[in-house]
């Protein structure tokens, strides 16, 4: 029997938490943030399940969108970092890629392109400082833009730091520097999924779901259920070992772990080899037949061990690491890390099995 360590992506799930996304903000458009292979769910699935309700798809670079067209995704794609160079920009217009524009010398790029009807979308830095212009610019760029040929409809976007936080007075100030550009008239889109639920003012034309997308939540303190979501990702593995071991035993590299009482260790079959994190410590939750258990011993790179201590565990059961009955958030909080970062490190290694989708998915 091959190895068992699964990632079974819950497609359904994907589509009912971009449903829960428009329904916060029933005014705007919602375009899917599928980008590093839909936080490695698998993005021509991903967005293949979408493809029937989404208003479109984000992605960060033209090699991303590049794929999803190949895959005969039609719908219209955000390049959120914009073009990279000269050749990105004919890419775009070649695919009718939505570009967003955050620096001069991308600007300089499509001064030499033919007319055509490019959509872009002027970053603002409102405060991050990390992509995009300062508000003072703006005006004077967009009526230079609106100069040249190739550039159709011309809309703003920018990011919040600290959504994930939304008591944090700097949404606010984010949204006034946003707001200092009214006067020029133009659509807006700012809201990433912590926005989404929790900033309605920040709604605008365009929001761009991610992880809430994902089944996770995006704000501190709090699982994805919390907020109506449901885990997509639900990562597997089995028991493959069962040992009995006396106090004073040790359990694997390190010897972090140290038995205190006669204890049943049971070994499964996943470990930073899959994704899963090695900053995953003694006591960090596992799922087996719906009760929880502790990881005792440091994770290794294909197993990790744990204490099933008193439970009826048997070779073979199913192990569930994070998903359904156990949140990523969870797990995430063990290694001081974000679910963002557990989803999308799970490696090539570990089979997606796609459930819930009406048609057969690469
Ligand atoms: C520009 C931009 N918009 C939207 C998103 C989606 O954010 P989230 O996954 O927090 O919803 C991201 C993700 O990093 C992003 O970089």
Same mark, same amino acid.
């Given at each position: 029997?091959?190895? *068992? ?13 971009? %449903?829960?996304?428009?329904?916060? *903000? ?7 943030? +599928? ?5 490695? &769910?698998?993005?021509?699935? *991903? ?9 479109? @798809? ?49 600007? %300089?790029?499509?001064? /030499?392109?033919?007319?055509?009807? $490019? ?13 995009? @212009? ?35 007075? @700097? ?25 989404? $639920?929790?900033?309605? =003012? ?16 995006? #704000?501190?303190? =709090? ?20 040992? %009995? ?9 390190? =010897? ?28 960090? !939750? +596992? ?6 258990? !502790? ?38 909080? &063990?290694?001081?890390? #974000? ?22 998915? /690469?």
């Amino acid at each position: 029997m091959a190895r *068992a360590t699964r990632a079974i992506i819950n497609l359904h799930a994907l589509r009912d938490n971009y %449903q829960l996304a428009k329904s916060k *903000a029933p005014n705007s458009r919602a375009y899917a943030v +599928v980008k590093a292979n839909a936080y490695g &769910h698998g993005m021509v699935a *991903a967005a293949n399940a979408l493809s029937a309700e989404a208003d479109g @798809f984000a992605v960060a670079c033209v090699d991303e969108a590049i794929i999803l067209r190949q895959a005969g995704i039609l719908l219209p794609i955000l390049i959120l970092e914009g073009a990279m160079d000269e050749a990105e920009c004919n890419t775009a217009l070649e695919l009718d890629l939505e570009l967003v524009l955050h620096h001069e010398q991308q600007k %300089q790029w499509l001064a /030499k392109l033919p007319e055509s009807a $490019l959509k872009v979308w002027v970053k603002v830095d409102s405060g991050m400082h990390r992509l995009g @212009f300062s508000p003072q610019v703006v005006p004077a760029l967009v009526s230079e833009l609106r100069t040249l040929p190739v550039v159709g409809e011309i809309q703003l976007m920018s990011h919040f730091a600290c959504a994930d936080e939304p008591q944090n007075p @700097f949404n606010q100030q984010q949204l006034a520097t946003l707001n200092t550009l009214e006067p020029i008239k133009l659509n807006w889109s700012m809201s990433n999924s912590a926005a989404i $639920l929790t900033l309605p =003012q920040s709604h605008g034309e365009l929001i761009r779901p991610g992880i809430m997308l994902y089944g996770a939540s995006p #704000i501190q303190g =709090q699982q994805g259920p919390d907020a109506g979501l449901q885990p997509v990702m639900t990562l597997q593995s089995e028991v493959i070992a069962l040992h %009995q071991l006396n106090p004073g035993d040790t359990v694997g590299y390190g =010897q972090s772990f140290k038995v205190e009482r006669p204890a049943t260790l049971a070994v499964v079959a996943i470990g930073y080899g899959d994704g899963y994190p090695r900053s995953a410590g003694n006591g960090t !939750p +596992v799922l087996i037949k719906g009760q929880q258990f !502790p990881i005792a011993g440091r994770v290794s790179m294909d197993m990790i061990t744990v204490d099933v201590t008193g439970a009826e565990i048997l070779l073979g059961d199913t192990v569930t690491l994070w998903g359904t009955g156990l949140s990523a958030d969870i797990i995430a909080d &063990h290694c001081q890390t #974000i679910a963002y970062e557990l989803f999308c490190q799970v490696t090539p290694r570990v089979n997606r099995q796609y459930v819930g989708s009406p048609s057969p998915i /690469k």
